[in-house]
Nanobody, 128 residues
Framework: VQLQASGGGLVQAGGSLTLSCTTS????????VGWFRQAPEKEREFVAA????????YYRDSVKGRFTASRDLFKNMVYLQMNNLKIEETAVYYC??????????????????????WGQGTLVTVSS
């Protein structure tokens, strides 16, 4: 397993969680990472993304101002801090990697087909 998302759990609406994505060293270099989520009976959707060195982040409109993607290059870790969670954000959250990061990543970060490595997801349940 080259990617592993963790940190999911049960949280009340308005609460916070931080997800972590562990990446294997082999794909650490030049790797962009995206976060996606999939709710039951729904399509997988883009949530956030971060470029290879953390200098650029991207978010879907509905999470802007509440979610923050970050990374620790030394620890090979990528994080998704989620604040003020909403019930409708209950889903399995996945991290995915694109290695190497393409020069036009800023135009493709939201597309699931852009990523060539996927980890197992972690379930986030937001209760009322």
């Amino acid at each position: 397993v080259q990617l592993q998302a963790s940190g999911g759990g049960l949280v009340q609406a308005g609460g916070s969680l931080t997800l972590s994505c562990t990446t294997s060293e082999r794909i650490q270099a030049s790797k962009a990472v995206g976060w996606f989520r999939q709710a039951p009976e729904k399509e997988r959707e883009f949530v956030a993304a971060i470029n290879w060195n953390g200098s650029k982040t991207y978010y879907r409109d509905s999470v802007k101002g509440r979610f923050t993607a970050s990374r620790d290059l030394f620890k090979n870790m990528v994080y998704l801090q989620m604040n003020n969670l909403k019930i409708e954000e209950t889903a399995v959250y996945y991290c995915a990697a694109r290695s190497p990061e393409p020069v036009d990543y800023s135009k493709k970060y939201y597309y699931t087909g852009e990523y060539n490595y996927w980890g197992q997801g972690t379930l986030v349940t937001v209760s009322s």
